[in-house]
């Protein structure tokens, strides 16, 4: 039986690594999915690299451990204008995906986190879900374990460890929850920040929505996000 540790270098999931390695329960692997932009460019915030960078450097030197990276064969641009085969669509680029159905999420981690785990044949996964998340401890597969929750531990709880040891993201200054920078489940309180101090990444979002037939979020397309915000600057 080989025993995997899926992670996003996010809070729960730091935390839980690091309980997995006090508790001494088995670890044959550490795995990440880095979603790409394009070719050249990660889907991480520019500070969300480095930490990730600098928190593979501390594992192998206090732990020994090695994160091993998968990856989609695609990248969001390489989907987003990618032409649709049929609708009255037709022809047109798939664009921003629908949150609802959102195949960013599907194509870019979870596919090939999925394919990486059916070639490790029979395997049991550790999962990042703290003890106050039960909805997702509702829906963990027969060989998934969750050892937050395991242990009592909740997200607050999660968060202290990665202080306490040096790991948690610098992102969590800024943002409650942290991920894709594409992403359009942000909520507007986020994408407030992402517009006033990362404004190149906002630039490419605007000028994505003008090749775009779907709207970056059910509410708002980007311009209209733009003129909302720009209102309030004023305000």
């Known amino acids: 039986m080989k025993y995997i540790a899926s992670i996003s270098f996010g809070k729960d999931s730091l935390a839980m690594l690091l309980k997995i390695i006090e508790k001494k329960l088995p670890l044959d692997e550490v795995v990440f999915c880095e979603v790409m932009t394009n070719d050249d460019e990660s889907a991480e915030f520019p500070e969300m690299k480095e930490f990730i960078n600098n928190t593979e450097k501390l594992l192998k030197e206090k732990?020994?451990?090695?994160?091993?990276?998968?990856?989609?064969?695609?990248?969001?641009?390489?989907?987003?204008?990618?032409?649709?085969?049929?609708?009255?669509?037709?022809?047109?680029?798939?664009?921003?995906?629908?949150t609802l159905k959102a195949w960013c999420n599907d194509r870019l981690k979870m596919k090939p986190l999925?394919?990486?785990?059916?070639?490790?044949?029979?395997?049991?996964?550790?999962?990042?879900?703290?003890?106050?998340e039960p909805k997702r401890l509702a829906r963990l597969e027969k060989n998934e374990l969750a050892p937050l929750?395991?242990?009592?531990?909740?997200?607050?709880?999660?968060?202290?460890?990665?202080?306490?040891?040096?790991?948690?993201?610098?992102l969590y200054s800024k943002f409650k929850r942290i991920g894709c920078w594409f992403c359009p489940k942000q909520n507007l309180k986020?994408?407030?920040?992402?517009?006033?101090?990362?404004?190149?990444?906002?630039?490419?979002?605007?000028?994505?929505?003008?090749?775009?037939?779907?709207?970056?979020?059910?509410r708002y397309t980007m311009q209209e996000l733009e003129e909302k915000f720009s209102n309030e600057d004023f305000q």
Not at 149 to 170: F, R, S, V, W
């Open 190 to 218: 986020t994408l407030r920040v992402l517009r006033k101090e990362y404004p190149k990444l906002w630039e490419k979002l605007l000028k994505w929505q003008k090749d775009s037939n779907t709207s970056f979020k059910i």
């Open 149 to 170: 929750a395991m242990y009592g531990i909740d997200e607050e709880q999660a968060k202290q460890i990665c202080i306490d040891n040096n790991m948690l993201a610098p």
């Open 114 to 132: 999925d394919n990486y785990f059916k070639s490790q044949g029979n395997h049991t996964r550790y999962i990042g879900i703290a003890a106050d």
């Open 63 to 98: 732990y020994d451990i090695t994160v091993k990276h998968v990856r989609s064969e695609y990248t969001f641009e390489s989907v987003f204008y990618q032409k649709k085969q049929r609708g009255k669509f037709k022809g047109t680029n798939y664009g921003f995906p629908m």
